[in-house]
């Protein structure tokens, strides 16, 4: 920017007499985000707008003319994004440059063909796709668009190339002028998403903690599921098991336990924040409890809606992403008592002078509502909730989980049931129903409970622009992505059936 104005500033020195300062026409300053002028002007220069009476007899108009290149043109001082917009249901994660001539710019459409807008227009039921792989503000992003300022003589005699020949001509006043101009201006930041992932049952026993803790245990463990974890700012799980070496077990049909140093492991690997208000926290009692609740915060990571007596489960975990908005995380049980006659509701849940979780109860729903409430972030709820072993969610848990969106919540990430159920949207927000089993041995022979996966979701602004889901395969200790599976085309399918039944040819 500094260059140009460098340049075009001593032909206006030239042009003009040194008593009276050049008069520049300026565009609106609702044209195309064209920056204010400064502001005090430069002494050579007079700026008006284009419909001051001065405009008639200015010496120089400047003007915006926009280009689509990757990279950034001289002179320029603003730029957007287009970027390829899909229904949300379309299970795309890319589209091909290809499609840009096919495709309509404007607004979003269930069209078979992506849509290409704006990025801060993308908004749900619709969602931003990735173009070739890449996303805006990512190296060679094709579909970059500048704003360039040009300046020009009214009687149109002096061209760009001109003034960068005059340019090279010293001039105290001119140089002056163009750095006020150059402090002026500057460019808009690139966009940064804030990249936010969820997966469901965390249970690293039965020989996964032995493996990790062993001799290239990530890469044996996790292999190509291992970049994913890592990618995102904030991964969440529900860390199914008490991190305790008591053998003290509560009565019930499973006990899950891993040993103190697991959940440091998996932050290493990638996970932020652990969902702890389930039906298996309790597992080796009070005592158990309390253990988990100094091993999570032992190792970094983040987590709601557990503690040391009912006021202090009482907490929303909250963080500010890189642009400044935040991310508030309220986590909830909400399971159903088990066969065996274990009632977390009774069992688990914290109480006035009682260790335990936030159950979402009737003395609970005046703290939820007022978490949810409130405008400030985007709000997820994570819930341990549903009936286990049934891949569609019934209606009382529909009506639960919409409950919370109805109280303010952005996004509902569910697990209990074992399997992957669908999403739906709801009232503007996304309702994940089950996110299945993830890390957890022991499940071969199960129905579907080794099928899997990790949804991704990018926000923008605070907005969810982004959503895809990458298919994971369990074979017992052992994760490997799943591309070739049927995987990811059943969980869309049952999202399609949750959203009414529209389909791909219905797009």
Known sequence: MSRYFRAFLPALILLTTSCAPAVVVWPKLNADDAPA????????LRFVSEDDEDAFDADFIVSIETLLTPRRPEYAFSRHYLVPVLPWLDSRRSVSLGHVGSGVFGSASESAEPVFQRLEDVALPYKMAALDG???????YPLTVWSVLTVAAKDGEVSARHTRLMGKLENTAAAAAAESLEKHIQMNPVPRF?????VGDIMPGRGFDDMIFGENGIEKTLGDVAPLLEAPDLLIGNLEAAVTVSNNATPKSYNFKVAPDV???????GFDFFHLANNHGWDYGEEGFLDTLSAVRRSGAGFSGAGENLEQARFAWETKTPEGSMVRILSLG??????????????????????????????????????????DAFTVVTVH?????????REDVTRLYRRYVDWG?????????HVLQGMELYDGALIAYSLGN????GMKGWYSGEETGILDIRLHDGCLVGLDFFPVGIDDVILRRAEDSDIAEGFWMMSRELSGGVGPSEF
């Open 134 to 140: 890449l996303y805006p503000g990512d190296e060679d």
């Open 37 to 44: 002028p400064p502001n005090p002007p430069p002494e050579v």
């Open 409 to 417: 919540a952005d996004l509902v990430l569910a697990h209990h049931p």
């Open 263 to 269: 959940p440091a492991a998996l932050v290493d690997v």
């Open 194 to 198: 804030y990249h936010l992932a969820g």
């Open 385 to 393: 909730g549903g009936y286990e072993w049934e891949s569609v969610p």
């Open 334 to 375: 909400a399971c159903f008592a088990e066969r065996n006659g274990f009632n977390g509701a009774l069992s688990a849940a914290a109480g006035e002078n009682k260790p335990g979780v936030l159950w979402d109860s009737p003395e609970n729903e005046e703290f939820i509502r007022s978490v949810l409430g409130r405008s």
């Open 438 to 441: 993830f890390i957890f041995p």
